[in-house]
């Protein structure tokens, strides 16, 4: 076991995942980070002080072989942090977080992701947030062979917070999706998006559950789900669930689906426009209505290049 950190008033924490081994470089006094490596496992406990700045943790996973990475996370009371992952798992991954958030602490996690078509990757993230918490969560992907996402938030305290927005563009075989929402506690607020592109014979499902209990007045939760299905073989799974057990709420939700409006296709290539450009240009259309959620200038610009790489 092994800890690093230093006392240097910085930002930044970067964890790189090498061939060899797991680096910490550590230059932020409101991190603190511990490590430890089994044979096919790595575990990552994160400890984050209370800030007036936001600290981030950049991981960059660039090793040639299957990732098995467990991260502990907990944000102590006022604590602040911004986690940015833009790694290509190429050969595969299991990765899996456990997120606690401290009273009046707030979590932005941006994960802009390209996999390999012939792999497997499981991604699972479980997250509670206490009083006046805020988790801002923002996943974009090219999707692989077989894909299965799954984040469980928890909004066990009052004026607690979820914003979520995930994005799908795939051409694999499989990419299932979860998300579940669980209101434990009045005046919660919960806001989520998703949205997929499935082209070839790509099969994209999306799992939208909201439960609020019985005793969360002032709940208010919005889901919205769109799918955009570019081939005939190519399909989207819209399933949508809420279950309210209050009136004093306001929850609404909504799922739709469908193929590329022809008109507007015709339009541009009416234009001058090739055909497979068109469909470009309808595709960062279709996705970047989501994009407007992010409110962080860098992570906006590297979620729109990411949207135009993968279009």
Do not use: W
Request: glycine letters at 4%; one cysteine or more.
């Amino acid at each position: 076991m092994t800890e690093l950190n230093t006392k240097i008033d910085s930002q930044d924490c970067y964890v790189e995942v090498n061939k060899d081994n797991l680096v910490v470089n550590n230059e932020s006094s409101k991190i603190h980070c511990k490590v430890l490596e089994e044979s096919e496992k790595i575990n990552l406990n994160i400890e984050i002080l209370e800030s007036e700045i936001v600290p981030r943790i950049n991981l960059k996973v660039l090793r040639d072989s299957y990732i098995n990475l467990n991260i502990e996370l907990t944000l102590l009371k006022g604590a602040k942090l911004e986690i940015l992952d833009e790694s290509e798992y190429s050969k595969g991954s299991e990765i899996k977080i456990n997120s606690e958030l401290k009273q009046n602490s707030s979590f932005e996690l941006y994960r802009l992701n390209k996999f390999n078509q012939s792999t497997e990757n499981t991604y699972f993230h479980k997250c509670e947030l206490a009083r006046n918490c805020i988790f801002k969560d923002f996943n974009f992907t090219n999707g692989s062979k077989y894909m299965t996402n799954e984040t469980i938030v928890t909004l066990a305290d009052e004026h607690s917070k979820y914003i979520g927005s995930g994005v799908v563009i795939t051409n694999s075989t499989n990419c299932n999706n979860t998300l579940k929402i669980n209101h434990v506690a009045p005046s919660a607020v919960s806001d989520c998006s998703f949205k997929a592109v499935s082209r070839g014979d790509a099969n994209v499902t999306f799992n939208g559950n909201i439960l609020v209990e019985d005793n969360c007045s002032n709940t208010v939760s919005n889901q919205i789900s769109k799918g955009l299905i570019m081939n005939e073989e190519a399909r989207v799974d819209l399933i949508p669930k809420l279950e309210i057990n209050n009136d004093d709420v306001v929850c609404s939700h909504g799922a739709a689906s469908g193929k590329p409006d022809e008109n507007v296709l015709f339009y541009l290539t009416s234009r001058g426009i090739s055909r497979e450009d068109a469909k470009k240009i309808y595709i960062q259309g279709f996705l970047g209505e989501f994009i407007k959620k992010i409110d962080n200038a860098q992570m906006q610009a590297k979620a729109k290049q990411f949207i135009s790489q993968n279009s």
